[in-house]
């Protein structure tokens, strides 16, 4: 193999546990104008392409903003926009009369006709060569004006009264992707121009999406040295809007940070505000372990918890290149799923990173087995974190003492407090199926 081969080989198995946690989950797209107009939105159709093939199932929110601009500005109409406060998003809102909505109406129906085009390609030796997708738009949104605000008459401006999650959730179950525009539709037969960033955040939450995904031109939320912040959760970035409105007022970065904590605080379980400059940006923060943009969370995105039979296969996949390496005793998957209730995990972004179990005796004492960090995760102070949450678990029991027996890794457990004990100092039960083959040593902790 040559090195890019193998680069790419790692790659691809490092990024497995996420396809798999991916498999099922919802995710809302935010593309705005901005983005359907740059250069590299075929690029990034074809990542929405490959998430699509690999069973997640996409809603895709586009904008108009620029191309609007545009054709009111080409049709002698002056576009309007007045400061405001929309759902708790500070945002410039059109004010849309009746000539400028049907300005609107042409743009936004040639736009959606243009990204069903690119999702319909399938030419051979191009990414999406055989994907065959499906694109579903409907009358999913319902919309009421927005009204007169401070003595200012939006028009046809209007806000999210409703979404129609239930026919969502069809379409996606049916394998499409669901495209939604800026536009949405009262009971009246009326059409209003929403705010693109309204639309999309209604429908992440009314579907309780597993991921709100933000295209903006910037690689992320930026610090103030400008470079990209990897993670916030909605503490921080609170805090961190709050800074931005007393010292910049209104800025797109400033509406995306605030979209991701609305979304969070409503029970969409992650935000991410990516590139849409970016060529891969998509493919990088979903499946690379420190991504390329912002991840906005309601907590912090790495979890310490008990284990489930539904954390069976991801703890596999952390333990077996240990198993094969003789560091750990080999467990079957049928014995994994008899004793998940003995296992803490620390969960990553879907992806099991940590592991370890601990096993009651008849003597008052307690095993601490297989015990293990995914590689690229070590060092970080994560195998402590399980040693702590487990120590908890033993105390709590009313255990007297803990044990444990390894092959390669002693003087971590020392380091720990573990003192060198014999096979003399094992239960009875343990003593008898003690394994003289791996003559592992044994260590003993006071409780």
Request: glycine content about 8%; hydrophobic content about 40%.
């Amino acid at each position: 193999m040559t090195l890019d081969t193998n680069e790419y080989v790692k790659w691809f198995r490092q990024a497995s546990p996420y396809i798999n946690a991916y498999r099922g989950k919802v995710f809302v797209v935010l593309l705005p104008g901005e983005a359907l107009a740059h250069d590299n939105f075929y690029n990034i159709a074809h990542d929405l392409t490959l998430l699509n093939s690999l069973g997640v199932k996409l809603v895709l929110v586009h904008g108009a903003r620029p191309q609007i601009e545009a054709a009111l500005k080409a049709a002698g109409l002056k576009g309007k926009t007045h400061d405001d406060i929309q759902g708790q998003l500070h945002i410039d809102l059109r004010i849309t009369d009746g000539a400028s909505l049907e300005q609107i109406k042409r743009v936004v129906g040639t736009l959606r006709i243009e990204v069903e085009a690119v999702f319909s390609m399938g030419l051979p030796n191009s990414p999406m060569h055989g994907a065959e997708i499906n694109t579903a738009s409907g009358n999913y949104i319902v919309a009421k004006p927005y009204g007169v605000h401070n003595g200012v008459d939006y028009g046809y401006t209007g806000e999210v009264r409703k979404v129609d999650a239930d026919a969502i959730r069809k379409q996606l179950d049916a394998g499409n992707i669901v495209m939604q525009s800026n536009l949405g539709y009262s009971p009246t037969g009326e059409v209003f121009n929403l705010t693109v960033e309204e639309v999309a955040a209604s429908i992440a939450i009314a579907l309780q999406a597993d991921k709100l995904l933000i295209y903006a031109e910037e690689s992320g939320i930026l610090d103030e040295d400008g470079e990209p912040i990897s993670q916030l959760n909605a503490k921080e970035a609170e805090a961190l809007i709050k800074d931005k409105i007393a010292n910049k007022g209104m800025d797109m970065e400033l509406l995306n940070l605030e979209l991701g904590v609305k979304a969070c605080k409503a029970g969409v379980k992650r935000a991410q505000v990516i590139s849409y400059v970016e060529d891969g940006a998509l493919l990088s923060e979903l499946f690379t372990r420190d991504g390329s943009g912002t991840l906005i969370t309601e907590e912090k995105y790495e979890q310490l918890r008990g284990a489930s039979i539904d954390d069976v296969g991801g703890i596999i996949e952390l333990i077996e290149p240990l198993e094969a390496a003789g560091v750990l005793v080999e467990r079957s998957r049928e014995l994994l799923e008899n004793e998940i209730e003995q296992f803490t995990i620390i969960e990553r972004e879907g992806m099991i990173v940590a592991c370890g179990a601990l096993y009651p005796q008849d003597d008052g004492s307690g095993e601490l087995a297989c015990v293990a960090t995914h590689p690229d995760y070590r060092d970080n102070g994560r195998g402590q974190e399980i040693l702590d949450a487990i120590t908890k678990q033993a105390k709590k029991a009313g255990l007297k003492s803990m044990f444990v027996l390894t092959t390669k890794t002693p003087h971590w457990f020392v380091e720990r407090g573990f003192a060198e004990g014999s096979i003399d100092n094992l239960p009875e039960k343990k003593k008898s199926l003690y394994n003289y083959q791996r003559k592992s040593k044994i260590f003993i902790k006071k409780l």
